[in-house]
Structure formats: C-alpha cells, structure tokens
C-alpha cells in the first residue's frame, strides 16, 4: 500500500512540474519594451517569442506552438 501512494505522489509531483514544457528553451530578455510596458523574451534555442509584464518571466517551453 505504500508503495502505491509513494508512486501515485510521484507521479502528482512530475504532472505539477510539467518538464516537457521546459525542454531546451532558454529565454533571453530584449532590452527595449513594448509599448504598453510589456517586456519581450526571445528563445536562444527555438526562437520562440513572448511578450509579458514587467516582473514576469516565461516559465515554458513554446517550441512547436508557432
């Protein structure tokens, strides 16, 4: 029995963190900003874009969603 709920947390653990949504992207921040102060991040890996607020940063992958 406790074999199967340390496997059913496991597995929680894994679908919370999602690490095949952050594969090989990594974001680098452009210095200038959008207009309506929104900054934008580029992927050295994938070249995939984003814009988001001040303050946040891309915390998944985007490769293929182009």
Do not use: H, N
């Not at 309506?36 to 580029?42: I, K, M, S």
């Amino acid at each position: 029995m406790l074999l199967i709920l340390g496997l059913l947390i496991v597995f929680i653990v894994i679908l919370v963190w999602q690490p095949w949504k952050r594969r090989d992207c990594r974001w680098r921040q452009d210095a200038r900003k959008l207009a309506d102060g929104r900054v934008l991040f580029t992927c050295a890996s994938c070249g995939a874009e984003i814009a988001l607020p001040k303050g946040r940063e891309p915390r998944e992958c985007l490769a293929g969603e182009q």
